[in-house]
């Protein structure tokens, strides 16, 4: 019930600097972080460049809404206005995955419903757990391998630095 996989997304203002925040809120149970990576907005595709950047998470004291309490300071943190559904933002802390719970509560659904679609989260989840399954969906390298190759392009490794 402790492990969780987080994805982390930017795309206001000091991008970088808030996905270290959302990063020092998870640090003691860090297990791994992917590189950021830089890529175009899907859904509402008329805003700016998100930076993404995906970790994994284990903590035993903390079940799956103690890891969405913890996105979500984070998100009030950075500063985050609600506004438009898939538009831009501040600060996002999507709980892509917990071990072990699954849940339809619209609240923390889990596994999140997007993540089989979002090259900006297989990319990323990919790099750090190649081998990673999907509940519900199966591997995360065929859930790649089936986004279209223009999609998955549009998803760039940077240089910036997490840690
Ligand atoms: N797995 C999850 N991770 C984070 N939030 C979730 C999850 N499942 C449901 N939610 C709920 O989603 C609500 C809206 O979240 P948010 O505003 O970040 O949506 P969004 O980022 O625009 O869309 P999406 O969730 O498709 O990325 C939150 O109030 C939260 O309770
Ligand atoms: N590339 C990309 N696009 C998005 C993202 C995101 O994190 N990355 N988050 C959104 C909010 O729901 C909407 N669109």
């Known amino acids: 019930m402790s492990r969780a996989v987080l994805s982390l997304g930017s795309n206001l203002g000091d991008r970088l600097g808030f996905l270290k925040l959302a990063l020092d809120a998870v640090r003691p149970a860090l297990v791994a972080v992917s590189s950021v990576y830089e890529t175009k907005a899907w859904g509402v595709e ?11 998470v284990d903590d035993p004291a903390r079940d799956h809404w103690a890891w969405l309490r913890t996105g979500q300071a984070a998100e009030q943190a950075a500063g985050r206005v609600r506004e438009l559904r898939w538009g831009p933002r501040t600060l996002d802390v999507d709980v892509v995955t917990v071990d072990g719970v699954e849940s339809a509560d619209p609240e923390l659904l889990l596994p999140h419903p997007g993540t089989p679609d979002r090259a900006s989260v297989l990319v990323p989840w990919a790099e750090i757990e190649p081998a990673a399954v999907l509940p519900g969906h199966g591997p995360i390298a065929q859930l790649l391998a089936a986004r279209p190759a223009d999609e998955v392009a549009t998803v760039r490794r940077t240089d910036l630095e997490l840690r």
């Open 46 to 56: 008329d805003q700016p460049d998100f930076l993404n950047a995906v970790c994994v």
